[in-house]
């Protein structure tokens, strides 16, 4: 009996060890949205864009609860449910700690469903935030860049959007394989002249259903084309813009998915036809244009006409902290 008794108490023991975090702690980040594939690169290729969701996560309370405001918020959970909850939690059991309670304040401008990263924006923001609470507690140290990369790639199972989001700028990312799959990433400098112009839908789509219309078998032709095109967008992202109409042309999943979103591919055929590099945004259905010039008028009243929502947005840095 004492026997059983004393390893009960080491398992006691054991629990109690783990580090709470003090109730009363607040932290706000800041995350960008992001587009992905940039036309060639297929599930490599990301850019950060300055379109933001805010959250700000405070220690206390029991459970988790969510508010969220502005894009997307009708739809969503407000428990641990939450996406952005979901990664803080991740995050402080990566770190092996613990709170009582959190409170969570989403304050979204990234559109759901559209192609701008918004689901890695959301695993993103959690963890740096955790990642903040950690170091802010005195009880850890804040996370690598790499560790957000990796950690908020597994939500999404590919590592282009939660990279830029975390890196900013324009990034290129690989898994490496294995038993479990490793998602690294870089991040490249682009050209000070380059800016982006996004046209939003009022229509969205889903990743899941859009990657199901892809093919599981290409042309080598097609391949070695989004090859070349792909290592030429490294080029033209960062030192010869003049090359970003040739660099963002894609034979691998943009014609697949076309029929999808019948409007978005349309509106590509438009704005390329007049020389404006444009591609779908990740899985779509937002459309991206990078470019040195602002695209003419006629092209954003022809976007408009057909219920596109027209922004411009700046390249942009990675999460941060705001307070």
């Known amino acids: 009996m004492r026997s059983a008794s004393r390893g009960r108490g080491r398992q ?3 629990r109690t060890a783990v580090p709470v975090l003090p109730d009363g702690v607040s932290v706000t980040v800041r995350v960008p949205a992001s587009s992905a594939n940039l036309g060639p690169g297929f599930d490599c290729l990301g850019l950060a864009l300055g379109v933001y969701d805010d959250v700000t996560v405070t220690t206390g309370g029991d459970g988790v609860q969510v508010t969220a405001t502005g894009e997307g918020s009708a739809g969503v959970p407000r428990d641990e449910t939450h996406l952005v909850a979901r990664a803080i939690l991740r995050g402080l ?5 613990r709170v009582n309670g959190l409170f969570v304040a989403c ?3 990234i559109p759901h469903s559209r192609g701008l990263g918004s689901s890695a924006a959301a695993a993103v923001s959690g963890l740096a935030a955790a990642s903040e609470l950690i170091a802010k507690s005195g ?9 957000l990369v990796e950690q908020a790639s597994e939500f999404e199972g590919h590592p282009d959007n939660a990279a830029a989001s975390v890196l900013g700028g324009a990034v290129v990312t690989w898994i490496t394989p294995g038993g479990t799959p490793v998602y690294r990433s870089s991040r490249i400098e ?7 112009t996004v046209f939003i839908p009022s229509f969205e789509s889903s990743t899941s259903e859009t990657r199901g219309l892809l093919p599981e078998m290409v042309p080598r032709s097609d391949a070695v084309f989004n090859l070349s095109r792909s290592a030429l967008s490294v080029v033209a992202l960062t030192s010869d813009p003049r090359l970003l109409l040739e660099a963002s042309d894609d034979r691998l999943h943009q014609g697949y998915r076309s029929a999808a979103m019948p409007p978005s591919a349309d509106l590509v055929g438009k704005l390329r036809g007049a020389g404006q590099a444009a591609t779908i945004s990740g899985a779509g259905p937002t459309v991206l244009v990078l470019g040195t010039d602002e695209v003419p008028a006629e092209l954003l009243s022809y976007a408009g006409d057909r219920g596109f929502t027209v922004r411009n947005a700046s390249i942009a840095d990675g999460v941060s902290r705001l307070a």
């Open 93 to 97: 059991a990566v770190a092996g700690v």
């Open 12 to 14: 006691v023991a054991l």
């Open 139 to 147: 009880v850890g140290h804040p996370f690598s860049d790499e560790v």
């Open 107 to 109: 304050t979204n401008s």
């Open 190 to 196: 682009v050209h000070p002249d380059i800016a982006a």
